[in-house]
């Protein structure tokens, strides 16, 4: 039975479901071992006195059961863009079309915040997430390679 469901934007209080999220989506991801980030740190970080992210989040009956989490992008070539850094459904959720209320609530805040267009990433083995984003005529470009350094590699270069 699908249950109503709602999107509205994210608050403080809402913080340590959405790192409960981020967990989920990182076992998911088979990466459960990288989450290093705190509720503090999605604190200071979203609400503090220059916030970098902004979220939504997707609620019925049974609570917060999506995120849609945002910031800012500048390309040199188009302006400013809206990086979406990920979507999550808990997996009980999935299939209920709330990934889609998320994703079009963030294509609108794009537009309301006069962007010339919103980017992401998507692994190339999540199969249901690529059908979902091809469902909306999404570019997916493989000729990028994505690039990190991590900030113990960043402190030893800079010490050499």
Request: net charge negative.
């Amino acid at each position: 039975m699908k249950v109503p469901t709602t999107v509205r934007l994210g608050g403080k209080e809402d913080l340590p479901r959405v790192l409960e999220l981020i967990k989920e989506l990182a076992e998911y991801e088979r990466a459960s071992h990288e989450v290093i980030n705190t509720v503090e740190q999605l604190e200071q970080d979203g609400f503090g006195p220059q916030p970098i992210f902004g979220f939504f989040v997707a609620e019925n009956e049974r609570g917060i059961v999506g995120l849609s989490l945002y910031y800012w992008r500048y390309s040199t070539w188009k302006g400013k863009r809206l990086y979406l850094e990920d979507i999550i459904v808990t997996e009980n959720e999935r299939g209920a079309g709330i990934g889609k209320l998320l994703f079009d609530r963030t294509m609108k805040k794009a537009l309301e915040e006069n962007c010339s267009g919103m980017m992401w990433q998507v692994l190339e083995w999540n199969e249901p997430s690529i059908k979902f984003y091809k469902k909306y005529g999404a570019k997916l470009d493989d000729e990028w390679t994505n690039c990190s350094l991590e900030r113990d590699q960043i402190e030893a270069l800079l010490r050499n």
